[in-house]
């Protein structure tokens, strides 16, 4: 997905140089799941926010209750979606997976473009527990299921390893059942890198509306009054459209245009020049089987995601057969193509 190469209201490239997603498969791209970008389910506040927030529309119900420490916010949302985008990942690797989703905390601070200084491990570590503490209920189906639950937004999390300074190092997020659902029946879109370097929560919450939307249509459209009801925000309706007013001159968001039209219309316009990047090509277990032949020892899996990455940095052409792709590529690498 191609962006605009910057915007001045975005926070900065803080890691210019870093392979995104390193800890796990290269090139891999963020993902949201279709739920949460749907219906509001993190607080919009830059405070503590401990009010309970209650949405219903077109028969989806969304409860979510804040823990002592507030309700997890829309940065705090970072987490989920790196969890989301390793498993899918992996899942497109032919990989196993499972609700715990082991990382680097580096990794995760460097991928979702967050400081790596101290107050960063400090301000990761409150959010780890505000997306434990937050507890949606709600009728949403996930995977399929229509099922009324509660969970939180993350089930658990645990540092699984610290550095001499104390600082963590290794840690483990487990997923709720309900989100997990959602990963493995690719309930999720893709994002923005850029994503990431939004810096108001509105804008952030603007943006996955208009992606879940507007998506490769031209245009969207909705009304002032029900854009307010699904972005969650707890701003007065007339202080609500003021905010998207100064979004609207400031035209912050990738890939997306906004316009006010008559009628209190917000209107959602794809930018002229935007190409959506194909998904990542799949091996089959045959080919995976091949590439053993051809390169005895070596992890298969390893190998399939570094040749996604080189897709994915030379183009990310569509391919007729990404097995044929892959295997030439192995020939290469072994030294008999």
């Given at each position: 997905?191609?962006?605009?190469?910057?915007?001045?209201?975005?926070?900065?490239?803080?890691?210019?140089?870093?392979?995104?997603?390193?800890?796990?498969?290269?090139?891999?791209?963020?993902k949201?799941?279709?739920?949460?970008?749907?219906?509001?389910?993190?607080?919009?506040?830059?405070?503590?926010?401990?009010?309970?927030?209650?949405?219903?529309?077109?028969?989806?119900?969304?409860?979510?209750?804040?823990?002592v420490?507030?309700?997890?916010?829309?940065?705090?949302?970072?987490?989920?979606?790196?969890?989301?985008?390793?498993?899918?990942?992996?899942?497109?690797?032919?990989?196993?997976?499972?609700r715990?989703?082991?990382?680097?905390?580096?990794?995760?601070?460097?991928?979702t473009?967050?400081?790596?200084?101290?107050?960063?491990?400090?301000?990761?570590?409150?959010?780890?527990?505000?997306?434990?503490?937050?507890?949606?209920?709600?009728?949403?189906?996930?995977?399929?299921?229509?099922?009324?639950?509660?969970?939180?937004?993350?089930?658990?999390?645990?540092?699984?390893?610290?550095?001499?300074?104390?600082?963590?190092?290794?840690?483990?997020?487990?997923?709720?059942?309900?989100?997990?659902?959602?990963?493995?029946?690719?309930?999720?879109?893709?994002?923005?890198?850029?994503y990431?370097?939004?810096?108001?929560?509105?804008?952030?919450?603007?943006?996955?509306?208009a992606?879940k939307?507007?998506?490769?249509?031209?245009?969207?459209?909705?009304?002032?009054?029900?854009?307010?009801?699904?972005?969650?925000?707890?701003?007065?309706?007339?202080?609500f459209?003021?905010?998207?007013?100064?979004?609207?001159?400031?035209?912050?968001?990738?890939?997306?245009?906004?316009?006010?039209?008559?009628?209190?219309?917000?209107?959602?316009?794809?930018?002229?020049?935007?190409?959506?990047?194909?998904?990542?090509?799949?091996?089959?277990?045959?080919?995976?089987?091949?590439?053993?032949?051809?390169?005895?020892?070596?992890?298969?899996?390893?190998?399939?995601?570094?040749?996604?990455?080189?897709?994915?940095?030379?183009?990310?052409?569509?391919?007729?057969?990404?097995?044929?792709?892959?295997?030439?590529?192995?020939?290469?690498?072994?030294?008999?193509?």
């Open positions: 997905m191609t962006v605009a190469a910057g915007n001045p209201g975005w926070l900065p490239d803080r890691h210019p140089t870093a392979d995104f997603f390193v800890c796990d498969i290269l090139g891999a791209l963020p949201d799941d279709l739920a949460s970008m749907e219906h509001p389910m993190f607080s919009l506040s830059t405070r503590p926010d401990r009010r309970i927030l209650a949405y219903d529309h077109n028969g989806v119900s969304v409860t979510v209750t804040p823990s420490r507030g309700l997890a916010t829309i940065h705090d949302k970072d987490i989920v979606i790196y969890c989301i985008s390793q498993l899918m990942a992996a899942l497109n690797a032919g990989r196993a997976v499972g715990v989703v082991q990382m680097r905390a580096h990794d995760l601070l460097v991928a473009n967050r400081e790596t200084s101290g107050d960063g491990y400090k301000r990761l570590k409150d959010a780890f527990e505000r997306l434990a503490g937050t507890r949606v209920t709600t009728n949403y189906a996930t995977g399929g299921q229509e099922v009324t639950q509660g969970f939180g937004l993350i089930e658990g999390w645990e540092i699984v390893r610290k550095s001499r300074g104390g600082r963590m190092v290794s840690v483990s997020v487990t997923l709720s059942e309900w989100l997990y659902r959602a990963v493995l029946a690719k309930s999720v879109l893709t994002l923005s890198r850029d990431f370097r939004l810096r108001k929560p509105l804008e952030r919450r603007i943006y996955e509306l992606r939307h507007c998506g490769r249509q031209d245009s969207w459209r909705i009304s002032v009054t029900v854009l307010h009801k699904k972005s969650g925000s707890a701003s007065p309706r007339r202080v459209r003021a905010m998207l007013r100064e979004m609207i001159a400031a035209n912050p968001l990738p890939d997306y245009d906004l316009t006010e039209e008559p009628g209190d219309i917000l209107r959602v316009s794809l930018r002229a020049g935007v190409i959506e990047t194909p998904p990542p090509p799949i091996v089959t277990a045959a080919a995976l089987d091949q590439a053993r032949a051809l390169m005895p020892g070596a992890d298969v899996h390893a190998l399939a995601a570094e040749w996604r990455g080189v897709w994915a940095r030379t183009g990310a052409q569509r391919l007729r057969s990404p097995d044929r792709a892959f295997l030439g590529w192995v020939k290469k690498r072994a030294g008999t193509g």
